[in-house]
């Protein structure tokens, strides 16, 4: 996509369809946010109000199990997931079941920003952390007053995303669309150092958050859905931004770029058989990551091959995409992977990360629940499948595409779990995937004219003239456009209960100590439920689409949940809104920490 059909296309979008539109766009085009605030204000009068309704599986039975040893009340959210291995859990308990109905927002830091706000939030030495794809912002965790923020300027990408940040002694590291990784001061956001990770030439961007660790930065590059675009694993020196390793997440061919020490690999070209004019395309990092600090192993979610829904010019397993590859974080060593989607025809990439957990029953396990609505098990004392349990709607997903028909399949490229991890609540055993359910429809080009497509331009296989439809038609018109929660026994994978809202659900879910599980949905509603049996006890409309971060921490003795509002894309139909952090808390009772 040029970028003149790439402006009209998104700016159009935005003001006839419900898309979004990214600062920098809306000042070329002329189009003021304003715009977009008023459109979002007539599109909420029409706006269903959120519903949910919640089942209980009569089949589940518990097995009897130990309670988790209770846990420090740790005030932070440092990381991404707040812990390295991304459990999502907080052991925080001052709002809990008995008096969340009492919550509300406290106040609200508007970022005067329309973007795909996808950030993961963290709260670290009394901040609040937070990202668009050209700011980073530092705020009051209980005030929401503005402490500094450093606005970047660089060329826009055609999805206007970044996905937070992470923190080191007394630094914090973001990646940008122009492919590099930037560092900053935490207490005043002023610029330390940047590194190159990505081609932009390619469409490779860097919208994961990083995570850290002992002195290392951990990123990885997107732009695996672009012609001769190739994810690869980077760590980075916190103090310097050096590359001390790099790993090609899809095989390296003559010519690709080598930037630092490559970690060891037995990744050639044996799964990859293309076609004259197909290079080797795909396996972006556009996700976070975990590490297990115990086993020093970092678990890196790979995403789809290219061109995304042409398997036929791409025979072979097509390694390591549709993959959780298992690295030495110290080195960049291969240890091993789990391949989830092979030959992958239906976008659906490894999504986000994993969450390393240890269950009630004793196993250290993987949790893993990519785009193709499942969410699976693995028994890492033996990496042996446990379980794969269906937790959106899945159907005719075996039939082959082809250039003389269309072909409809669910979950969609934009269904599943998209970005924002499972979480693992450890006093209930339950693993908890937000689930996007949304189809689409796909007819393909011929190998002809997916061989003829320039470098470093959207590369689907998808035959269609109208740039809204380069990853397939997304129709709400056959009734399909809700998300699920599942709580799945992280033992057995049966699952004990499941919500189904009238929104997707994208941002992230956290459960807690206080017997609660926190999630938003499309819709702008933001809930809060009875992690043991599902049920609502708390439910209100707060804001834009909730597609980012939902987090729950401690300001002197008083529990907190911050919540990332107004997720805004071309990928999405939905109320255009200012892109926004809602902090919520229950003023007035007594309890503390």
Known sequence: MNHRLGLVSIAVFAVVAGGGITSSLADVAGIEVGVGELRGEILSLFAPAGSVATETNANYKSAPAPAAPPSPAAADWPSYNKTLTSERFS????????????????????????????????????????????????????????????????????????????????????????????????????????????????????????????????????????????????ALDAKTGKIVWQFFLVPKTEGDTVRGPEGTSPLDTSTWKNIPGAPISGGGAWTSTTLDPASGRLYVPVGNPAPDYANGVRQGDNLFTGSVVVLDAKTGAYKNHFQLVPRDWHDWDVSNPPAVIKTMGGKRLMAVAPKDGHLYGFDLADNKLLYRTPVTRIENV????????????????????????????????????????????????????????????????????????????????????????????????????????????????????????????????????????????????????????????????????????????????????????????????????
Request: charged share 20%; net charge negative; proline share 4%.
């Open 91 to 234: 052991d925080l308990s001052q709002i809990n079941t008995k008096n969340v109905a009492k919550l509300k927002v406290l106040c609200t830091y508007d970022t005067w920003r329309l973007t795909s706000f996808e950030t993961g939030l963290i709260m670290v030495e009394g901040a609040l952390i937070g990202t668009t794809e050209f700011d980073i912002f530092s705020i009051d965790p209980s005030t929401c007053a503005e402490n500094w923020r450093t606005h970047e300027e660089y060329p826009a990408y055609i999805l206007p995303t970044n996905r937070g940040a992470a923190y080191l002694d007394g630094r914090l590291f973001r990646g940008t669309q122009d492919g590099r990784v930037l560092a900053y001061e935490f207490k005043t956001g002023k610029r330390l150092w940047e590194a190159t990770i990505g081609d932009s030439k390619k469409g490779e961007d860097v919208p994961a958050a990083p995570i850290a660790w002992e002195g290392l930065v951990f990123v990885g590059n997107a732009g695996g859905d672009f012609k001769g675009g190739k994810g690869h694993m980077y």
């Open 398 to 593: 075996e039939e082959p595409f082809a250039v003389d028909k269309d072909v409809h399949f669910c979950p969609g490229a934009a269904g599943g779990e998209e970005w924002n991890s499972p979480a693992y609540d450890s006093l209930t055993n339950l693993i908890l995937t937000g689930e996007v359910e949304w189809c689409t429809t796909v007819r393909l080009q011929t190998g002809e004219e997916i061989a003829a497509a320039p470098l470093g331009q959207p590369w689907t296989g998808e035959k269609s003239l109208n740039p809204f439809n380069e990853f397939g038609r997304f129709s709400r018109s056959d009734g399909v456009w809700a998300g699920w929660l599942h709580a799945t026994d992280a033992d057995t994978g049966v699952w004990k209960w499941r919500l189904k809202s009238n929104y997707p659900i994208m941002g992230a879910v956290t459960p807690t100590a206080g017997g609660l599980v926190f999630f938003g949905d499309m819709g702008g509603n933001f809930y809060a439920l009875d992690a043991a049996t599902g049920q609502k006890l708390w439910g209100q409309k707060i804001g834009g689409a909730i597609g980012g971060g939902v987090i729950t921490y401690a300001v002197n003795g008083s529990q907190k949940v911050a919540v990332a509002t107004g997720y805004v894309s071309p990928a999405f139909p939905g109320e255009i809104r200012r892109a926004k952090i809602s902090i919520l808390g229950v003023e007035g009772d007594g309890n503390r920490q």
